[in-house]
């Protein structure tokens, strides 16, 4: 809905990210999907995301399954900078899913954790796993 718009930052490769997606599905909404692996990611868009959530670059490094390590970013003396552009570089280091609605900004794992950015929210919807999730 154009009234309640939600963008969701989406690896289809990622069960979470599916969940968050199918109960946004499930409440209603038909969010706008971006595959930022596939589409990238900008340093200005990076940072404003993370204003609106109010976080910082390490908050929404993503260490499992990405070059993290290799590159040497998971030391805390890596500042913001080192790993914003790092992300640009390598847009699997975000983490995933990243919601965007008119009531904020997360990273949405556990996929529940969307229902707090709905305005509707499904009944109960159950994940990829079997949990049931009720609101």
Known sequence: MTDFPITIFHNPAC???RNTVAMVE???YAPTVIEYLQAGWTRPQLMEL????????RDILREKGTPAAELGLLAPDVGDEAL???MVRHPILVNRPIVVTPLGAKLTR???AVL???ER???SF???DGEVVRR
């Open 26 to 28: 499930a409440a209603g």
């Open 50 to 57: 993370l204003a609106a959530m109010g976080a910082k670059p």
């Open 126 to 128: 159950t994940k990829e």
């Open 116 to 118: 707090d950015l709905l």
């Open 121 to 123: 929210k499904p009944e």
């Open 15 to 17: 069960g979470t990210s």
């Open 110 to 112: 556990p996929s529940e």
């Open 84 to 86: 914003l552009d790092a």
